[in-house]
């Protein structure tokens, strides 16, 4: 661990241990390792999953529809403060970094993205 992260993580515990508040310590340790999420899928119930998860400290990082014709990806990512969209998830796969991946589609397309 380098030592500018292991001070923080020191201040966290001090402040914990100060305020007797595990609130705080969770806030701050989502603020240090904030994870970069990708999501495949624009429907219904994906808009419920990246509400979830902004609220949970996670950022957004790329949208990409399932459908390779549709554009419902552009409208999903503005709706959603994402900054970047893919009409193809396999180039989202390919050129983005994330920490970790929702997946919201039809079952066959699950499938194929699994």
């Known amino acids: 661990m380098n030592v500018n992260k292991e001070a923080e993580l020191l201040q966290i515990v001090e402040?914990?241990?100060?305020?007797?508040?595990?609130?705080?310590?969770?806030?701050?340790?989502?603020?240090?390792?904030?994870?970069?999420?990708?999501?495949?899928?624009?429907?219904?119930?994906?808009?419920?999953?990246?509400?979830?998860?902004?609220?949970?400290?996670?950022?957004?990082?790329?949208?990409?529809?399932?459908?390779?014709?549709?554009?419902?990806q552009v409208k999903f990512a503005s709706r959603n403060n994402i900054p970047k969209n893919f009409s193809n998830w396999k180039e989202l796969l390919d050129q983005e970094q994330y920490d970790g991946i929702v997946i919201g589609t039809r079952i066959e397309s699950t499938l194929e993205i699994l």
């Open 15 to 72: 402040k914990i241990l100060k305020n007797n508040s595990m609130m705080d310590y969770l806030n701050e340790a989502w603020i240090l390792n904030k994870k970069q999420i990708v999501l495949i899928g624009t429907s219904q119930i994906m808009q419920y999953h990246a509400s979830a998860l902004k609220e949970s400290g996670l950022d957004l990082q790329a949208v990409a529809s399932s459908n390779s014709h549709s554009s419902s």
